[in-house]
């Protein structure tokens, strides 16, 4: 069974500077997705960036990127230039590739100070 | 990305009754998801709604708990059933796009 770890409940940082959040997970499977939703105050969940497994290259999306490393099964989120909206929940997730099934890390709480 | 809506946004139900929850997509999707996230929880999913059958739950979670439609592609309601207070929580509809999934804005959900 597939498995994700987020091992920083908490993570605080000051505007403007750059923060990274973790992620590990456990899996057999060659062929799967990984992705970071954003979860405001509003419950709203937003997808913030996407990583197929067989890419090598990590995705960024603006000032979100991740480093992707297969071998080690990690999957950390970085922000970059951190804004006060970046204040929320963050959640990595894993999906296995033939199936649609969402597997949710315990979430990593991201304050962002002025 | 699909535009995904919820009625209610939030309830306050009284213990032992039933509760509806709406979920509409702005166009044809083929799969929807129903999550829970319990108060300082991560999600999980409930079940899959499939259109013109059955849903599909998984372990934990039973059909007469929670029975789901899903009368076509753009529209799937949850029903939390015979309420308790462990069932407060947030639920949340999810659409699947190509190797990516969107998720409603959650129905915040307090059993007395």
């Known amino acids: 069974a597939q498995t994700v770890t987020q091992s920083q409940p908490e993570m605080s940082v000051q505007e403007a500077e750059t923060v990274t959040l973790s992620c590990t997970y456990d899996?057999?499977?060659?062929?799967?997705?990984l992705f970071w939703y954003k979860q405001p105050p509003s419950r709203q969940m937003i997808l913030v960036i996407r990583?197929?497994?067989?890419?090598?290259q990590n995705a960024t999306e603006n000032r979100f990127s991740v480093n992707f490393q297969k071998a080690a099964k990690s999957f950390s989120l970085k922000i970059s230039d951190s804004q006060l909206g970046d204040t929320a929940m963050y959640f990595c997730?894993?999906?296995?590739?033939?199936?649609?099934?969402?597997?949710f890390g315990s979430g990593t709480r991201l304050l962002v100070r002025p | 990305s699909a535009v995904i809506s919820q009625k209610p946004s939030r309830d306050i139900c009284q213990r032992g009754t039933s509760l509806t929850i709406q979920c509409q997509v702005d166009?044809?999707?083929?799969?929807m998801f129903w999550y829970r996230q319990q108060p300082g929880q991560s999600l999980t999913l409930i079940a899959t709604?499939?259109?013109?059958?059955?849903?599909?739950?998984e372990s934990g979670f039973v059909i007469d708990k929670f029975p789901i439609s899903r009368p076509n592609l753009t529209f799937s309601t949850l029903t939390v059933s015979n309420m308790s207070p462990e069932d407060s929580s947030i639920y949340l509809c999810?659409?699947?796009?190509?190797?990516?999934?969107?998720f409603g804005p959650g129905t915040r959900l307090t059993v007395l």
């Open positions: 709604a499939n259109q013109g059958s059955e849903a599909t739950y």
């Open positions: 899996t057999s499977e060659s062929n799967y997705y």
């Open positions: 166009s044809q999707v083929t799969m």
């Open positions: 999810s659409v699947e796009e190509p190797n990516e999934q969107f």
């Open positions: 990583q197929e497994a067989y890419k090598q």
């Open positions: 997730a894993f999906m296995k590739g033939s199936s649609y099934k969402l597997i």
